[in-house]
């Protein structure tokens, strides 16, 4: 049973008033100790402290019946709804168990827009909650079980199902009908508010059953949207009036969508993390998706770039990234940590990295990704002082043999 305390605020009152009484601080406390490199656990733990609430406080918000502790650095492979309510779930979690990785990213809402179980409560459109988990929960205590952190991924604005259910919440074509990619993939608008509370509500859900962590993925535009914002129909709600070009009211409405998810998450004791495209690090803002680095990065408490090197076009000196695992990640990762650096209170990062092959570069043999290639990204991450991961493989099938051991 999961625990919920209101409280009045005149309680509140009295209770930031205690809390702002301190005792003094000695000469003693003051002395400095001598400085250590911190690990990726102690540079989050420092980054949650700057926003603790008083213990008296704390009590009033969300407490979950399940105990996850955030590992020494986030090590974590993506799996599908399918795969964790299935009977591969046993075989990624003997993974986890004979390897130094940690953690799982499961989809809560795919995506297509589907939710990969049924929650107790109905969801506001008719087919969107599948049964692929038909218990989450004890998915959930399974995990616990066996020390392994949970994440929730909730796709966002890549939403099929939401928009073909409301056309008015999407983009259209000039004789009404939903717009869709060259894969028949439809996106909601970040303009409209509706559909962050739709999702946030999920988040809230996810939170909920007991997940640590929601990790939100396609906050953005379509991709190449600037080549088709005069085409397509769409509302933009609030930001009709707002006196910026289109740019940059694409930039402020994903970023006003983080920062509205965060805060309504608060109650729920949960991080807040993104996943964004690697070459947002690397120029000030996104033209057509709407994706601005920094911005998204000040209002999470994790950041993880999508750094695969099939994904990248010849970029850092590098004809075919594809090949050079090692030598893209490394130059990347210089990349994001001066963008980091230059915040007041940077998140977590924690790169999304490659272990699947990219059959469609090539005209005749694939690249295959295995050990060493899969070893060459961590390498290059730790050595810029990056100790958290996920691997991403659709299939959630993981190469044999990794060692994940992080750099000393």
């Known amino acids: 049973m999961q625990k919920y305390i209101r409280w009045p605020v005149t309680m509140i009152l009295m209770l930031v008033v ?17 400085t250590l490199k911190a690990t990726s656990h102690q540079k989050h733990q420092s980054k949650l402290a700057k926003h603790e609430v008083p213990e008296a406080l704390a009590r009033f918000s969300f ?31 003997k993974l986890i168990d004979n390897t130094e990785l940690n953690s799982m990213v499961i989809d809560i809402k795919e995506d297509n827009g589907y939710v990969t179980y049924k929650p107790e409560e109905e969801l506001p459109y008719e087919g969107v909650a599948k049964n692929y988990m038909k218990d989450p929960k004890e998915v959930l205590k399974a995990l616990e079980d066996k020390g392994i952190y949970p994440v929730a991924r909730i796709v966002v604005f890549k939403d099929t199902m939401l928009a073909e259910a409301r056309p008015d919440l ?30 946030v509500e999920i988040a ?19 991709e190449g949207f600037e080549k088709r914002d005069d085409e397509l129909q769409y ?35 949960v991080d807040v993390s993104v996943d964004i495209f690697g070459y947002a690090a690397t120029i000030e803002e996104t033209p057509g998706i709407g994706q601005n680095f ?15 090197p099939s994904h990248w076009t010849p970029y850092f000196g590098i004809d075919k990234p594809d090949t050079e695992p090692y030598k893209l990640v490394n130059e990347y990762a210089k990349v994001e940590n001066k963008v980091l650096e230059a915040l007041d209170n940077p998140p977590t990062s924690r790169p999304w990295i490659q272990d699947f092959e990219a059959p469609w570069l090539y005209s005749g043999s694939t690249f295959q990704y295995g050990v060493d290639e899969v070893e060459a990204q961590i390498k290059a991450l730790n050595e810029n002082g990056i100790d958290e991961f996920l691997l991403w493989n659709a299939v959630n099938s993981y190469t044999e043999g990794v060692d994940y051991t992080p750099l000393d």
């Open 18 to 34: 205690f809390a702002s009484i301190t005792p003094a601080v000695s000469a003693a406390d003051e002395e400095e100790e001598p």
């Open 204 to 222: 809230k859900r996810a939170a909920e059953l007991g997940f640590k962590e929601i990790q939100f993925d396609y906050v953005r535009f379509p």
């Open 63 to 93: 407490v979950s019946d399940l105990n996850f502790e955030y590992p020494d650095a986030v090590r974590g492979i993506y799996v599908t709804g399918n795969s964790a309510g299935g009977s591969r779930f046993e075989t990624l979690t």
């Open 170 to 199: 999407s983009f259209t074509e000039s004789d009404g009908e939903v717009w869709s990619n060259g894969k028949g993939e439809s996106f909601v608008s970040p303009f409209k508010k509706e559909v962050w509370e739709y999702n």
């Open 235 to 269: 509302d933009l709600g609030e930001y009709a009036d707002v006196d910026l070009d289109n740019v940059k009211k694409r930039v402020k409405a994903v970023t006003d969508f983080v920062s509205y998810a965060k805060k309504e998450l608060e109650y729920y004791n």
């Open 294 to 308: 920094s911005k998204i990065s000040d209002n999470v408490d994790v950041i993880s770039s999508m750094i695969y």
